[in-house]
Structure formats: structure tokens, C-alpha cells
């Protein structure tokens, strides 16, 4: 039997399938895509919705065609039809997402939802390597997050020796230190998970903490990855030594002692959120009570019947400051901006068994789930982002499309306030939405209501050992105090000492750290076989950050092989391929919402430059990361 499934548990499952990705699965199942005709498209942009907006006659004729279709399946042989054409699967990504893909998508969407075989971005050698030249290859790895791990599975696949060195005393990076209240993914998890490692387990559509950590574990556990890892490990420099075209990495230990490593090549995978950005606020430091970051959560303290203030309403404040509300006599945020915030659906939702079921055991539907997610998650909503040149309300919004999405927004945030005109003023920004990162409303709103919680929007004057005194000299008595004010995400490599050919220092190249730039985000002039994930410019701010993970991977293992096969011992990117992507790059910027000139965010260096983000749609960075081409180096 092909399915573990009698006809009742199959029709039950089927009741909670999102239709516009079993369909397309059905006709890979079957081949026969003259199914496709027999039905509407969705409509567009329906990511989260299960019925696609299908009229209930031809949600039950899906249904009833999935079912008998699935029964012959669990009942015949295991044989799968060929492949569907290229020109199948584009018709088929039509329909799915209810509208025209552009035709260069569909060999990204073939990769990315995995929907011919499961691990298309496996790593290959093109030409057999020499096995000596492969035998005294070593890459160091810092940082064992997403990306760490994403890059340490291909290494594993090229048979190339490494070694990650990681600060923590576990893997995990984000999902590992962050641990307050409510914390969840806002990117929809079977797309924000790696390509190559589809989890039909999740218990949420935006699951919570613990179950990443879980994930990123266990697929470093089946990858043979742990065992690689040095834990407590942190990276505090590293130097290229031209002659032997190596690098010398120096680690520290917890216990303070040092070791050097040596390297071929070294990848920084030190996440863009990991170093805590404490505010420099007069008298921080002679608060009594608790006082911690958000990103170093003291679990131990008591929070019940406490008068406790949050400084900081970014995208961790929304997440545990509804949670925080529930128990405490007297919670206080102390707003500097407000954030645009929207309601979905599926935020908290949890997965019923049934949609697991089918994710694990019908083949296909788990690609083409990811799919819908993917584009309409990512590049669809992109034009969003784009400034219209033309438009006429550029105080408030910088197009039509971006101007609905305010309109809504504001609606919502208005009913959530139960209208009171003073919430209101302090709730809605003065910049446009998605300026700054968009949040999902975690009860949010609602919570600004509560009797034991107050909004302050007056700025903070001090810190004294008891209160925080605002600038109107207000003083707000306080047991707890809890700083979610974010981290150093404009500081890349930081506060390692990397220093290149000619003793080059990275953060001196960069303006004293603070005007950051790399080729693709991945790769520096002077810095040989040296490669950043989440580098500069490469925080997507639609889609998901382990697609950008998994290209950079992929460039950087095209870099590595094109090293090894050849014998060659260093890449160093060319300074006019540097520059000039760079000014391109600061080009597209001037186009985006982010430079609208209401938008102050961690995105900009203090000359207003972008610094954090990617102008490019996640095609266009796909495609410039899928090949590196060697004439874009200098090759030794
Ligand atoms: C609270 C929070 C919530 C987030 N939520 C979302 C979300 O909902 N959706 C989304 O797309 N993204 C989210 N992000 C962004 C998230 O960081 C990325 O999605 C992703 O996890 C980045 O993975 P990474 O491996 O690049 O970096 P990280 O996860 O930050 O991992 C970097 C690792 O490098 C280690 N490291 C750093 N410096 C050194 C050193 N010198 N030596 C040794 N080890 C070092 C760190 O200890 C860490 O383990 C969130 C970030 C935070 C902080």
C-alpha cells in the first residue's frame, strides 16, 4: 500500500488540503494535466487559504477527484508517471498561484519547493578532484545558525573537511538565544525551513521557538554536522596569510585560552540579529531591579503582580509584550516609533493532524504548498516595496498598492483600539508601511488597551535605580525592566578583527565598520576565500532569509569547487566587479520604500545609506548567486 490510509481517513484528510496546491499535485501524480482545465484558477495571493476562494461545488469535485485519484495510487503500484515538461510545470505554477508566472521562475521554483526531486541544490563535483588537493582542503565556519548548518550539509555532501567554530553552547543561532515569551517565526514555516529538508511536522504555520531550535538540531544531527561543531568557541580574528594563501583563525575558548585554526577558506556565518544592542540611556546601569536584554531572556525572574517596563516596540516587543500584559500589575512600553502591524489568519493557528498527513504522504503536495507559499510570500508583493516616481501622496505612502495596504492598516489598527483617539495617534507611523519590517499583530493593539498597561511615546530622559524618568520629567516606578531594543545589525563581522592580503583590516575597509559592502553580499576585494552569509545588503524583507542562506551557499560552494577542481588556492573578488555592483545596488535602493525620507531604522548607516537590505527580488538574487564566474576574480 502506497498510503497508510483507509478511504475514510483519506476523505477526512482531504477536508483540510489547501486545494490550489493538491490539484497541481494530482496532475503531477497522474500526468494528466488536462485536469487543470476542468477547473477555475484560485485567486491570487491566497497563501494562507485553504479553499483558494474555489466555489463549494468545486471544492467537493477537488476533493472527489483527489480521492480517486490518491485510492488508485495507494492501491496500484508505486510507479510515478515522467516528470511533467518544463512548459507542464509552468502551466501547472499558473494555476496554482491563480495567475501568470513570469517563465524564468520556473526553473527557481523547481529548486526551491523541491518539486522533481528532493534535494536539487545537492552539491556535485563537476570534474573528479584530485584527492590530495581535496584531502588538505579545510574550511572554518563561524557560526553554527541557519546558515552555518545550511553551509556544513553541502561541505558534508562535498566531502570537504571543516570545522564550525560557535560561540554558544549549542546550535541553533537565533532560535537557540532567543527564548522570551511568544516567540514565533512571521515568515510561514514549511517555506521559512531549508529546501532540502522539508518538515511536514510543524505544528504551526508560524511555529514557535522551540520547535526551530528542534529543527535546526536535528538536521544538523542527520547531516553528521555535531560532531564538526566546537561549541563555546567564539571566532576573535582572523588573518590571511598571503604566501601560503591561508587563513589563521584565532578562537577563544570559554575559559578564556586560544587556539589558532587554519583554513583554506572561511565562512562567516555570524547572523545579521545576534549581537544585542543595549541604548545608551543616562543611569541604565543603576537600575536594581531585573534588567536584561530580550534576546537574553532571565527566565528565573518573577514577573507576577510586578510593575514592569519594555523599552522597545520592534518586532520581539510585539511578540511577548501580550504575553507579559497577562500577569503583571503595571506594564509600561516605552515607544520611540510605532510599527505597522497586520492581522493574519493563520498566525497562531495550529496544523491539524490531517494537513500533516497529507504533507508527509501525498507525493508532491509538500512541493507545491512550499511553492504557493514562496510566490506569494516573496517576489509577488515585491512591487510593493518600489517607490512610484509618479505618485501622489508621497507624505503618507509611496504608491497605490502601498497606499491600500495603509488604508487597511489602519482600519484594523483603529477597530483594534476600540477607537480611542490618544492610542490611535501614537499607534499609526509617519512613514509608509513596510518602511520598517512588517509585524504580525500578536494581540498587539488590543493589549495597548488593557487597564494595566500604558503607551509612552514621551522620550526617555534617564534610568534611576528604581523608574525610568521621561523627558517630561514623569517618573514611572518600576520592579522589572526589560530592554528590547533590538541589535548591532548594521555591524557586519563584528567584533572579529578580520584582516586580509596586505593587512588589510575589514571594519577599516569599511569605514570603521560603518559603511559595510561586499560583492552579492558574499565577498570582498583583498579578503581571499573569504565568504559572508547574511552579509551586507542580503536581509530580505519579503521572503524568507533561508532562501538568501541557501543561495549564498550555493555560490560559495560554485567558489570552493571551482578552487578545488582546478587547483587553484585563492578567489579574490575584482574591485570594479565590487564597485560597480555596489552603485547598481545603491541605485535600485534610491527606488525602495526604506529611502523614503520618514524611514529611520537599523536598515541605514548614520549617512542614510542601506546597509541591511537587499533591492533585488529573490529571482534576480537567485540568479546572480547561482554560478559564480571566475572572470569576476582574481585567480592565484
Ligand atoms: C528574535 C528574532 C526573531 C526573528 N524572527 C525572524 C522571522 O520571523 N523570520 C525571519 O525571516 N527571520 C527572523 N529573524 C532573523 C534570523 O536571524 C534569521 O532568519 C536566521 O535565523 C539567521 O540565521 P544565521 O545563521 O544567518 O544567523 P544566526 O541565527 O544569528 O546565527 C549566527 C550564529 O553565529 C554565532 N556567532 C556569531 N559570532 C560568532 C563568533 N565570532 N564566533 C563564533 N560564533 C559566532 C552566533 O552565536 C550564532 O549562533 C529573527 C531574528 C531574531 C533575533
Known sequence: MNLPADDATLAEALESANLPALLPAIVQLTGDASLLQRFPAPSPGMMGAVDGNFSPEDQAAIRALAFEVLKTYRDGDANLPPLPSKEQLHEMMNWCAGEALPPEYVPLAIEEAALEEPDPRRFEWEQRPDPAVLRDFHVVIIGAGFGGVCAAVRLEQAGIAYTICEKNDSVGGTWYENSYPDLRVDVPNHFYSYSFEPNPDWSNYFSRRDELEAYIGACARKHGILERVRLGTEVVEATYDEPSAQWRVRIRGEDGSEEVLTANAVISAVGMLNRPQFPSIDGVDSFEGPCFHSSRWQHDVEFEGKRVGVIGTGASAMQF????????????????????????????????????????????????????????????????????????????????????????????????????????????????????????????????????????????????????????????????????????????????????????????????????????????????????????????????????????????????????????????????????????????????????????????????????????????????????????????
Not at 552579492?520 to 521572503?543: A, E, K, Q, S, W
Not at 577542481?565 to 565590487?578: A, T
Open 321 to 636: 509584550v501580550p504575553r507579559l500584559a497577562e500577569n503583571v500589575s503595571k506594564l509600561t512600553v516605552f515607544q520611540r516609533a510605532a510599527h505597522w502591524a497586520t492581522f493574519n489568519a493563520s498566525y497562531r493557528a495550529t496544523i491539524s493532524d490531517e494537513f500533516k498527513w497529507l504533507l508527509r504522504h501525498v507525493p508532491y503536495y509538500h512541493g507545491w504548498y512550499r511553492f504557493l507559499l514562496f510566490w506569494a510570500g516573496s517576489d509577488r508583493v515585491f512591487p510593493v516595496f518600489r517607490i512610484d516616481p509618479d505618485w501622489e501622496h508621497p507624505d503618507r505612502s509611496i504608491g497605490m498598492a502601498n497606499d491600500m495596504f495603509r488604508t487597511a492598516a489602519i482600519t484594523y489598527i483603529k477597530a483594534q483600539l476600540a477607537n480611542d483617539p490618544e492610542l490611535i495617534d501614537k499607534c499609526i507611523p509617519d512613514y509608509p508601511p513596510l518602511g520598517k519590517r512588517p509585524l504580525l499583530d500578536n494581540g498587539w493593539y488590543k493589549t495597548l488597551t488593557r487597564d494595566n498597561v500604558e503607551l509612552v511615546t514621551d522620550g526617555i530622559r534617564e534610568v534611576t535605580p528604581d523608574a525610568v524618568i521621561t523627558a517630561d520629567g514623569t517618573k514611572h516606578p518600576l520592579d522589572v525592566l526589560v530592554l528590547a531594543t533590538g541589535f548591532h545589525a548594521g555591524k557586519f563581522l563584528w567584533p572579529m578583527q578580520i584582516i586580509g592580503r596586505g593587512g588589510v583590516v575589514l571594519q577599516d575597509r569599511w569605514e570603521g565598520g560603518e559603511n559595510p559592502r561586499a560583492y552579492l553580499g558574499i565577498t570582498m576585494p583583498d579578503f581571499p576565500n573569504l565568504f559572508c552569509m547574511y552579509g551586507p545588503n542580503t536581509n530580505p524583507v519579503v521572503g524568507s532569509v533561508i532562501f538568501m542562506l541557501e543561495c549564498q551557499t550555493n555560490y560559495i560552494m560554485g567558489c570552493l569547487r571551482a578552487l578545488i577542481e582546478n587547483g587553484h588556492r585563492s578567489l579574490e573578488c575584482r574591485e570594479g566587479v565590487h564597485d560597480e555592483y555596489n552603485e547598481r545596488l545603491d541605485a535600485e535602493m534610491e527606488k525602495m520604500v526604506w529611502r523614503h525620507p520618514n524611514v529611520r531604522s537599523y536598515y541605514n548607516n548614520s549617512a542614510g545609506r542601506v546597509i541591511t537590505n537587499v533591492p533585488w527580488t529573490m529571482y534576480a538574487y537567485w540568479n546572480m548567486t547561482r554560478t559564480p564566474d571566475l572572470a569576476e576574480f582574481h585567480v592565484r
